[in-house]
């Protein structure tokens, strides 16, 4: 798996371009130990192929997860699915009509990183050309991710 050996590599940045919403959610259910999650996507829908966003909820579930998602006002059934499932899973939801960063930060027992780019975390970025930059919470990456999450939390 492509994501896990980056967060497990020396390099505090790599830039992602292929089937970014799929690695993001892959990346995610291969950490362990997660303290923090924030999700920052306009749009999300759970992945058509594979079942990563009903795992995630599950797991935010059972392992009590600190989840923070912040979203636009869901208008589409598939946003209304998404968002439904994240707070039935115990996330706490926030919307942002004017919403248009996309991030996602994570905090684990031993380790701390975090996509900032342009892809929403919907199925349909799996194939569009978009990008992310993947930071590893240590050195430079990890006043980024800092500065991230104060972002985040100004924008709920």
């Not at 050996?5 to 919403?21: G, R, Y």
Request: hydrophobic share 45%; charged share 20%; net charge neutral.
């Amino acid at each position: 798996m492509e994501g896990l050996k980056l967060a497990m590599s020396t390099l505090v940045f790599e830039l992602w371009t292929k089937e970014i919403p799929t690695r993001i959610f892959n990346q995610i259910l291969l950490t362990s130990e997660i303290i923090k999650l924030i999700i920052v996507s306009p749009w999300i829908t759970p992945q058509r192929d594979e079942p990563l966003l009903e795992i995630l909820c599950r797991r935010i579930r059972q392992e009590e997860i600190n989840t923070i998602v912040i979203t636009r006002t869901p208008k589409y059934t598939w946003h209304k699915v998404a968002v439904s499932m994240l707070d039935e899973s115990g996330a706490r939801i926030y919307f942002n009509d004017y919403l248009h960063a996309k991030m996602t930060l994570v905090k684990a027992v031993n380790l701390d990183y975090g996509f900032f780019g342009t892809a929403n975390l919907t199925y349909n970025a799996n194939f569009t050309d978009d990008v992310v930059i993947f930071i590893k919470g240590t050195g430079e990456g990890k006043n980024i991710l800092e500065r991230l999450t104060l972002y985040a939390y100004h924008l709920k």
